[in-house]
């Protein structure tokens, strides 16, 4: 069978000296369908590069297959679909796109649209297409349901099922179940290779985190055990020496003979002591410690925060959505459901006080509202600088960052130089930091990674802060959600 070969591969930025890859090596079947899961800024978009060839690396890359990437870069949008296509694939077959497009759940009619005018879920379906239809390649396939909502999702993950052939990076944990037979793990310390999905992963890997947790314990002890005894026959040694020197007529040599002998056996106690820690060191090295978030919400003195009724939004005298009835009230965790382009994020951006054309009643009580966009691509400047721009305590904010899984030699950094992932994690931080009524998230998952997700929902859920939050991640709603507002497109 057709496989890539990877042998010892080794990998640092230039300039940092950081090294991401260490003599990394796998074999890959090119008919395997691979989830490829780590959390963010821990090189899943940078091993997605070094196949490609597009980092100089140690070590060796062989492949029976050319590697293809997605997501493509369009360099015409303004072109009808069907003429993106044909510039990003010149051999591709109208009447196989149209049965591609078809399996994807999208009308043939979008071939004549632009493609800057398709929602981003008409785009992403397009270019998988695309993908999908050229020949002899092994696919990368870089997030591809960031921003397509509940239904594009599913749709999206059962054409892959269907697919063989590639590594997916997605942190959509229903997605990776639904369509993956392998797992590369990129973990703290090594990169695994696995028979499984997503779910059955983390099944071993929290069954193998417990095991070595079992056996630090152990290990701990036995350090305390060997450092008291050193302790203790090191004292021994000492007394005995200092007998020497006691008073009244003594053997020295005889006494001195002993404190050497005692003095020998502390260091051999030592010694085991550090062979020890040197054989268990590497026991945690895999353990992802995922520490608890907190965000401490503001109570508000009336019980209800929000209320609409008949509510419309209109952009240019089209209307968007009308007729919404809905209201947000203390305690209250509230997903905003619906098909992308009904209008979500035009509704959070009226109740965060933006300009927005609408029709009917609504009424926002004078509360602190923390706010987290969809855009990352502002961000910019340093950890502390940011910190200082949006009011919060520094040293919270570091911490709080810390405990997103991001490392503290990345905080000197500038934000726009961090992944995508991390840049969502400093928007997050920043609003667990500031104390607020009501807390609005605009599709706060996104380039999150899956260990992440576990800590947000149990931040919600043990905190219960109350919240308004778009999402399309059919799990986080289920844990997460008291309440659902839905909007219909019109």
């Excluded at 059955?200 to 056996?215: L, Y």
């Excluded at 609504?362 to 706010?371: A, L, Q």
């Excluded at 400047?381 to 305590?393: F, K, M, Q, S």
Aim: proline share 3%.
């Amino acid at each position: 069978m057709p496989h890539i070969s990877i042998q010892n591969l080794t990998f640092a930025h230039n300039g940092t000296g950081e090294t991401i890859f260490e003599n990394v090596s796998l074999q890959i079947d090119t008919a395997w369908k691979l989830g490829l899961i780590g959390r963010n800024g821990r090189g899943k978009t940078t091993f997605l590069n070094l196949l490609l060839g597009k980092f100089e690396y140690s070590g060796k890359i062989a492949a029976d297959a050319n590697f293809e990437y997605f997501p493509y870069e369009v360099k015409n949008p303004d072109n009808a679909a069907l003429d993106v296509a044909r510039g990003i694939y010149p051999g591709i077959e109208q009447w196989q796109f149209e049965r591609e497009l078809g399996l994807l759940e999208l009308d043939t009619h979008s071939l004549c649209i632009p493609f800057n005018r398709l929602s981003p879920g008409e785009q992403t379906k397009i270019l998988l297409a695309i993908l999908f239809l050229k020949p002899n390649t092994f696919l990368l396939i870089d997030e591809p349901t960031n921003h397509l909502d509940s239904k594009s999702r599913i749709t999206v993950s059962r054409y892959l099922n269907r697919q063989t052939g590639f590594i997916l990076v997605s942190h959509d944990r229903v997605v990776l179940d639904n369509c993956i037979d392998h797992v590369i793990s990129i973990n703290k310390a090594a990169v695994e290779l696995q028979k499984g999905n997503f779910s059955s992963w983390q099944v071993n890997k929290n069954n193998r985190d417990n095991f070595e947790r079992i056996e630090n314990e152990k290990l701990h002890k036995e350090i305390k055990r060997l450092k008291n005894s050193a302790r203790q026959t090191s004292a021994w040694a000492d007394k005995t020496e200092k007998a020497k020197y006691g008073n009244g007529p003594v053997d020295k040599g005889f006494i001195g003979h002993k404190a050497a002998k005692l003095m020998r056996q502390a260091k051999n106690i030592e010694s085991r002591q550090h062979k020890a820690v040197e054989e268990k060191s590497g026991l945690l090295k895999n353990i992802e410690t995922v520490r608890d978030l907190k965000v401490i919400p503001l109570k508000y003195v009336k019980n209800k925060l929000i209320e609409a009724r008949n509510l419309s939004i209109r952009y240019d005298d089209k209307v968007i959505f009308y007729g919404l009835n809905f209201s947000i009230e203390n305690g209250d965790r509230a997903a905003l459901i619906g098909k992308n382009g009904c209008g979500k994020s035009s509704l959070i951006k009226l109740i965060y006080g933006e300009k927005i054309n609408y029709s009917g009643d609504f009424y926002r009580n004078t509360i602190k509202i923390s706010y987290v966009p969809q855009s990352i691509f502002h961000l910019k400047g340093t950890v502390r600088e940011y910190a200082g721009n949006l009011d919060v305590d520094e040293a919270l904010f570091k911490s709080m960052l810390y405990r997103f899984g991001v490392q503290k030699d990345q905080f000197d950094k500038d934000v726009s130089d961090f992944s995508d992932g991390q840049k969502k994690k400093v928007l997050l931080a920043g609003s667990l930091c500031e104390q607020a009524h009501l807390y609005l998230w605009d599709e706060p998952l996104n380039f999150i990674d899956v260990l992440s997700h576990s800590q947000i929902e149990d931040l919600i859920i043990n905190y219960n802060p109350t919240i308004l939050f778009v999402e399309h991640d059919v799990s986080f709603i289920k844990n997460v959600a008291t309440k659902k507002i839905i909007i219909e497109r019109q």
